[in-house]
């Protein structure tokens, strides 16, 4: 599976972007899907994931109720968006999958797509 991740840029506090994660195979419908980010100096953190089904999502401490992950399987992509944004946001945003939803919770990943920079100004 290769992941190509897109929509990240510059925005303001308070502003908002979409994320999309598009993927390559078929196969990528029987996958759990997760979003993931790293600021410079620091470990990368889980932003949130879904299951293969949409049916259950997961979200981090720091951004529940403001990001919301969705897919969908008929164009193989994953979207991430994000709500008022916060210049702690700034990060680069990974997407990554993996068919144990546990393991992709914790960043053990199958599969990892090359970042996009989210920027958020104050």
């Known amino acids: 599976v290769q992941l190509q991740a897109s929509g990240g840029g510059l925005v303001q506090a308070g502003g908002s972007l979409r994320l999309s994660c598009a993927a390559s195979g078929r196969t990528f419908s029987t996958y759990n899907v997760g979003w993931f980010r790293q600021a410079p100096g620091q470990e990368r953190e889980f932003v949130a994931a879904i299951t293969w089904s949409g049916v259950d999502t997961y979200y981090g401490d720091s951004v529940k109720g403001r990001f919301t992950i969705s897919r969908n399987n008929a164009n193989y992509t994953v979207y991430l968006q994000m709500n008022t944004l916060k210049p702690e946001d700034t990060a680069v945003y990974f997407c990554?999958?993996?068919?144990?939803?546990?393991?992709?919770?914790?960043?053990?990943?199958?599969?990892w797509g090359q970042g996009t920079q989210v920027t958020v100004s104050s």
């Open positions: 990554a999958v993996e068919k144990n939803r546990e393991l992709l919770r914790r960043g053990e990943a199958s599969y």
